[in-house]
């Protein structure tokens, strides 16, 4: 059964239609055209997450900036706030001894998970456990880790 995106990014998707829809400054009845043409509905409300998708990218190929001109954010660290409570510290700590390292967003996740399986705390040969499983020890043990790559990356600038 496929995940159903985040009601907040469905409104931040339809705002970023509607807002694009007004630097191109289409009108009522070619919106609507456009919003049939591409995705085979009549308003942007209908619209299924693959179609929001295809409406975006198609105004953006007319000349609409979409969002702030940024990449999108990677969405990586999302399970973080599902995590259990006693775990949400050390995996906010992994994220941020990520981006102080220097490691390119929407790779971070997998480039600890990496660290930690030659720790050989998360399972050892090619078996990988998710971040999202690992027990605060085993956290505590990774934060360890980043923080003395951390270190030396520095010694050596």
């Given at each position: ?9 469905r ?35 209908d ?56 490691i ?36 505590w ?17």
């Amino acid at each position: 059964m496929p995940m159903k995106p985040a009601p907040d990014l469905r409104k931040r998707e339809l705002a970023a239609i509607h807002i694009a829809r007004q630097q191109l400054g289409m009108d009522d009845g070619t919106y609507r055209d456009m919003l049939w043409t591409v995705a085979r509905v009549r308003s942007a409300a209908d619209l299924d997450y693959a179609g929001r998708q295809r409406v975006l990218d198609h105004l953006s190929s007319r000349g609409a900036k979409i969002g702030n001109g940024r990449p999108a954010r990677s969405n990586e660290w999302a399970f973080i706030d599902r995590a259990p409570e006693d775990c949400r510290p050390m995996l906010r700590k992994v994220c941020v001894l990520c981006r102080e390292l220097g490691i390119e967003r929407g790779k971070q996740k997998r480039y600890v998970e990496g660290i930690a399986r030659q720790m050989g705390s998360l399972g050892g040969g090619s078996v990988v456990k998710p971040l999202e499983l690992c027990s605060y020890t085993e956290l505590w043990r990774i934060v360890a880790a980043l923080n003395t790559h951390l270190q030396r990356q520095r010694e050596r600038a």
